[in-house]
């Protein structure tokens, strides 16, 4: 088990479940140092009091709050350990919600909480199945890193998941950064929308990352005084170019048929932009052919798309 980032408990109502966390994630990044590039000396960052000049080593180096222009409030540890929050030591269950209530864009970081000792296998497994059972997810709170926390837990296999969340105060309002007042045709949203159903996969774990893979192999390269890797040879995009919306949906739904091995341009293919004065007419017509059509008649179904693997 990796090593556990906090130990506490969770609480539910009067119940206790000791738990140790452990992060769900691992970092992958390639990281770079900094060197001088006369003679690759490795770059150091040093922490430098600003009056004295001195070098300072970790435990000589304190917290402090600036609460004006050149007068500094001291905290120490140990007074933020006894502040009166029951989430201190306690990831606080406060309530039970539907998973879909919760805005993504609210979740941050994600955790592991691990059983701590035998004496917490029951309660865990209680509150796992209630969760399951009742298909929701508990919000919790919980203090971190000087401040207290909002969190999401949720059962992902046979362990309970603790998501750090976002206050809503935190969330950026998108209201002026989406276009507004753009008309939209409907066979531009029908041949979009057949796009969607052709790059439709049944799960994202195919996906690799090809920059990192690239990295290493451009890295490994150099390490062993080997010719560089060639970069992709690609079409570049003009910069300011002003796109055929309909051609390149055209374009981007054949590429998607090639790439599950159908043939492009099949069934529904080929849109054809109407001009302004014939689309009334083409409606007043496509009327006209609905009323004298049989009400009784169903419409023939759609097959669903091929679902495509990723890559």
Known sequence: MPRPL???AISFGLVTIPIKVVSATENHSISFHQYHLEDMGRIR???VCELDGEVLSQDE???GYEVAKGRTVPVTDEELDRMPLPTAKAIEIVAFVDADSVDPVRI????YLAVDGQVAAKPYALLRKALERSEKVAVAKFAWHNRER???LRVRDDAIVLHSMRWPDEIRSPESLAPRDV????DEIDRAVQLTDSMALDGISGFKDRYREALEDLIAAKSEGKELPEPRE???EESGKVMDLMAALNASVDAARESRGEEAGGEG???HEMKPGTRKRAAKKTAKKTTKADSGKKPAKKAAPRKRTAS
């Open 150 to 152: 909002l969190g999401l």
């Open 61 to 63: 180096i304190g917290r």
């Open 234 to 236: 690609g079409e570049e």
């Open 45 to 47: 960052t040093r922490k």
């Open 108 to 111: 941050g970081d994600s955790y």
């Open 183 to 186: 008309e939209l045709e409907e």
């Open 6 to 8: 906090w130990t506490g």
């Open 269 to 271: 293919a080929t849109v």
